[in-house]
């Protein structure tokens, strides 16, 4: 092995040890060969189809024979009426995830710390991280139903002053209903990974910070908040690349007609204009926009905090 | 270490507890009100208006005789375990491969393969150029198109990378030195150590695959016979089109008041199997959590 290693420094013998490489993990290659296909298929082909964002694309004529039209699909969706709506839906419905459901896993995670009582502690994990294994699906038909005009939410709001009604009808409400059920789902399971963070802070530090007085509180943002740091920002970027997508497919089921103006997002637009009307360069375009968007967002936020707190995921 | 206990302290502690047990209730109690709801009197359930934590009215199973007789969600049963064990199977190999592959270190390919399986974490081709590749390879509405594609994650093959690379190679060594070929150590001495991590990555495929509905409803939209549980799931709570499962010689004039019944059961059906492996599994889920994040 440290001979190959040699050989792989001398510039002049690069040929042959690419041979020699083939030669002796022939077997290695044959075995990674099926996933290589897998990725070629199923992850650069589409990539490489994205050229029909800038095509009139009908399936018929294909990838290649369909009519070039440049950046018109783009201009199309910049200037569509919705445009600035579902820009704001993204962002407003993401946003509002990262404000709130986000920083309220770290504060559930540091009070769960303050929980001494061992078989306490343990049942309000298995309890909290329940809700995160029940499908999409059915959480949505349960928030529909809890959320109809005679239904369980509906009922306790009405009687604290809320006009009866389908509160999926009424576009005021998504975005408090998607979070709320967002937070009753996640929050227990997103905590975990911050409550393995906690349990990995040293214990002398706690103890020093005891001797020198401070208290729980204290303990808490002076010892664990900095002890943990790393695992937020690193959680934070990955947030931050996932703005985009929004849980696209929750709103796919919660939403209708009647609530487009503060529910339809980039990504359930693309699947309606592209697979129900049928739109499929505009509709590639509008993808691919939303990706370069998200990408560049993970990319800046590895990059400010690779920056300024000497982290990044990438 | 002995402290003494401030009176903030116990106020604080108080408070904690209560919202502990404050959230619990708030997790549990719309999955119980759906178990209550799903034995309760349906000309009952109907006028009342809060959140059951009994049953109204006489304990009846109509609901679930109904449930369990009808045929999409036999149908469902069978195409969702059918897609959770061919894509966990599936997926574990490939995704054991790409991560042995990928942690080895005298590969001149290696760093190629890496990052040909990491700019896909990063960039996408989307939504609908992915449809279209999949439409031309012949694969919409048969089952493979929820089956192949997405049946690799590649933050898994990250997670078995790490798992390999965290291996002693004194192991690899010595059954180098007896002449054993690089798939002979994988599986016979390198996978035995590391089960823990292909138990996670086994469980939290399972989940997904048990709870997945958006690839197959647009893949397989013409083809309701090769529907997974969600789909029709989707159509009774969602879609709210209980008529489809109660149509039939008897149930149409009940279809009025067993309509939130029938809604109740296929929820319970379709929830418990994943409720009641989860607790069991729990310890695989944090693990799969904390492998990948935790930093520092």
Not at chain 1, 273 to 281: D, I, R, S, T
């Amino acid at each position: 092995m440290s001979l190959n290693k040699e050989l792989n420094k001398t510039p002049k013998m690069a040929k042959s040890s690419w041979k020699r490489d083939f030669k002796m993990n022939w077997r290695i290659y044959l075995l990674v060969l099926p996933v290589i296909i897998y990725y070629f298929i199923f992850n650069y082909l589409p990539m490489g189809g994205l050229i029909m964002a800038f095509e009139h694309f009908t399936p018929v004529k294909g990838f290649f024979g369909s009519k070039w039209v440049g950046f018109d699909n783009f201009i199309q969706f910049f200037s569509a009426p919705n445009f600035t709506q579902i820009l704001r839906n993204t962002f407003v419905i993401s946003l509002l995830g990262l404000l709130i459901s986000f920083p309220m896993s770290i504060v559930f995670a540091l009070l769960l710390n303050e929980i001494y009582n061992t078989f306490f502690k343990k049942a309000v994990q298995v309890i909290s991280y329940m809700p995160y294994f029940i499908s999409t699906v059915v959480i949505c038909g349960l928030v529909i139903d809890f959320v109809s005009s005679n239904g369980v939410i509906t009922n306790l709001l009405v009687k604290l002053g809320m006009e009866r009604q389908n509160m999926m009808l009424n576009p005021d409400f998504f975005w408090g209903i998607n979070l709320l059920s967002d937070l009753w789902q996640g929050l227990g399971y997103g905590s975990i990974i911050f409550i393995a963070a906690i349990s990995s802070v040293s214990q002398e530090q706690y103890e020093a910070a005891a001797i020198d007085g401070a208290g729980r509180l204290k303990r808490a943002w002076h010892v664990t908040l900095p002890g943990i740091m790393p695992t937020i920002i690193t959680m934070l970027i990955l947030r931050c690349g996932l703005i985009m997508t929004v849980g696209f497919d929750k709103i796919l089921l919660l939403y209708n007609p009647s609530i487009y103006s503060t529910a339809d997002v980039i990504a359930t637009n693309v699947q309606r204009m592209g697979l129900e009307k049928a739109q499929y360069g505009y509709s590639a375009a509008v993808g691919l926009f939303n990706s370069l968007v998200g990408t560049t967002l993970l990319l800046v936020s590895n990059g400010i905090s690779r920056k300024y707190a000497e982290h990044s995921v990438l | 270490m002995v402290e003494k206990v401030s009176f903030s302290r116990v106020v604080f502690n108080i408070l904690n507890y209560g919202f502990m047990i404050l959230l619990c209730i708030v997790c549990i109690a719309p999955l119980w009100h759906v178990m209550m709801a799903s034995v309760s009197d349906p000309r009952e359930l109907m006028s009342s208006s809060g959140l059951l934590y009994k049953p109204l009215g006489h304990i009846t199973f109509k609901g679930y005789q109904l449930v369990l007789k009808n045929p999409n969600i036999i149908t469902g049963y069978i195409n969702t375990l059918f897609y959770v064990a061919s894509t966990t199977i599936l997926g574990i190999i490939l995704t054991i491969i790409a991560g042995f592959v990928i942690s080895r270190d005298n590969l001149k390919l290696k760093t190629p393969i890496s990052v040909m399986i990491l700019f896909t974490m990063m960039f996408g081709g989307g939504l609908i150029p992915t449809y279209m590749v999949i439409k031309a390879l012949g694969m919409v509405n048969t089952s493979s198109a929820v089956i192949i594609p997405g049946v690799i994650n590649a933050f898994y093959i990250f997670m078995m990378k790490s798992s390999f690379e965290q291996l002693p190679a004194s192991y690899e060594e010595s059954a180098k030195l007896d002449g054993a070929g690089p798939l002979t150590i994988m599986i016979k001495i390198l996978l035995p150590l590391i089960k823990s991590t292909i138990a996670v990555v086994i469980m939290f495929n399972i989940v997904m695959q048990w709870n997945s509905w958006f690839p197959a409803s647009i893949y397989l939209a013409g083809r309701r016979d090769l529907w997974p549980l969600q789909l029709f799931m989707r159509e009774i709570l969602v879609q709210n089109d209980t008529g489809k499962i109660l149509s039939g010689s008897d149930a149409q004039s009940k279809a009025d008041f067993a309509t939130n019944l029938v809604k109740y059961c296929a929820t319970v059906v379709a929830t418990l199997p994943i409720l009641c492996v989860y607790p069991f599994a729990q310890k695989y889920f944090v693990k799969g959590v904390t492998i990948g994040g935790v930093k520092g």
